[in-house]
């Protein structure tokens, strides 16, 4: 895992340009016995050359086996163990979309949902609803929910289609607060537990219970977000600054607001653009490439499309990232970085604990014998299966960025 005390001491600036491409849940699976994966797939002649140029190799987000949420995926990516920094998603999601939180404030990821007659979970996402009805809904809700009666001030803001923040102001929130979601359909949704033991803790449990019961109460004659589930309860950590550890400019391009506020929490600058396509995040790219050392470019796509079991649209939205490779290449960057943060199969509806499909490109990077970026051929590669955490180190040495440790 990475020691940020040791790269903070031999972090060093020079002119390098390092860049993060991160295809949302990249990795995949075959659909069928001796078939190819999306990756596979896709027709990606552009990443097929970096891959033949660089080094390959596949990336681990949390541990062996264990299949991670994109939050602690995001983070380990940027070099913070999400074992040891535990960041709940309602943080990230309440950064993202620019609210104020304060360090007390409890913030927490909501889904709308749909619910059966009798309350069980037939679709978690709500057939994603517009982003339009997000907010009507959420307007419903902040009119005609209230725990002022308890002395908490609550706060309902729309993220993008079917999500959206609930933020709680007030003192004595805290605990390791558990969620609402059953993670399946069929099921009905869980009552939020809190897991420390601690006063404080069972306090906030009960009160966000208070809210969910009112909340579905209003949400129940609605005909598809008839219901909601809360995910990643927490408070913000309050985490060492990426700028500080490694001395480098940072910004981050990003459509969703999740993933701009994971960039956020760990210090880098949100830069603002319009358009959801690729190619409007490589045109944000070339806008502000003389203003920074290191950009994080997020594509969500891919895992949306791997979640829905669309294995062809995620194929289409790889080779889509594949095109705007030679616009990436042309602004000349020292080391470039192509990775999911954790693989999403079509095959399976979900984020998975596979490793992902990595390639490392560069000057100073020495190529292997890898002649395509794919699952089965960056097994092959020199990294080989190496934890996450350590995409920056490496990204950091190949651009001349760390100091010589020792005489």
Request: charge should be negative; proline fraction near 6%.
């Amino acid at each position: 895992m990475t020691d940020h005390g040791v790269y903070k001491h031999l972090a060093q600036k020079n002119a390098s340009k390092i860049v993060l491409l991160v295809m949302d849940g990249l990795g995949g699976l075959p659909m069928h016995v001796n078939g190819l994966t999306e990756l596979e797939t896709a027709n990606t002649p552009n990443l097929d050359r970096m891959a033949r140029e660089g080094t390959n190799g596949r990336s681990l987000p949390i541990r062996p086996g264990v299949t991670p949420g994109s939050g602690p995926a995001h983070l380990s990516m940027f070099s913070y163990d999400p074992v040891r920094y535990d960041i709940g998603r309602g943080v990230l999601e309440a950064l993202g979309i620019g609210f104020d939180l304060g360090p007390d404030d409890l913030a927490a990821r909501g889904n709308f949902a749909t619910v059966d007659e009798n309350g069980l979970v037939t679709d978690r996402r709500a057939g994603r609803i517009s982003t339009e009805e997000c907010v009507r809904l959420c307007e419903k809700l902040q009119a005609n929910t209230s725990l002022a009666d308890e002395g908490y001030e609550i706060f309902i803001e729309p993220v993008k289609e079917h999500r959206f923040v609930l933020v709680i102001r007030g003192e004595g929130l805290g605990g390791e607060l558990t969620e609402t979601d059953p993670l399946v359909t069929g099921k009905a949704p869980l009552p939020v537990e809190d897991e420390s033991g601690t006063a404080e803790g069972a306090h906030t449990a009960a009160l966000v219970n208070k809210w969910v019961a009112q909340a579905r109460a209003v949400l129940a004659d609605e005909p598809r977000a008839n219901s909601l589930n809360l995910r990643g309860l927490a408070k913000d950590p309050g985490l060492p600054q990426f700028t500080d550890i490694y001395q480098m400019r940072a910004a981050a391009i990003a459509v969703y607001p999740m993933y701009k506020g994971v960039a956020q929490l760990v210090g880098m600058d949100v830069i603002d653009f319009e358009g959801d396509r690729p190619k409007h995040e490589i045109a944000a790219l070339s806008r502000v490439w003389e203003d920074y050392d290191f950009f994080f470019i997020h594509i969500k796509k891919t895992d949306s499309y791997g979640e829905d079991g669309n294995f062809d649209a995620k194929v289409h939205e790889i080779e889509a990232v594949d095109q705007i490779i030679p616009d990436l290449l042309a602004l000349d960057p020292t080391v470039v970085i192509v990775t999911g943060d954790h693989s999403t199969p079509a095959k399976l509806r979900s984020h998975s604990y596979h490793p992902v499909p990595t390639l490392f490109w560069g000057e100073d990077v020495m190529p292997d014998n890898v002649s395509a970026f794919g699952e089965r051929a960056s097994e092959t590669g020199a990294m080989g299966v190496f934890h996450a955490t350590g995409m920056i180190p490496w990204a950091l040495g190949y651009a001349g960025r760390l100091a010589r440790f020792g005489a």
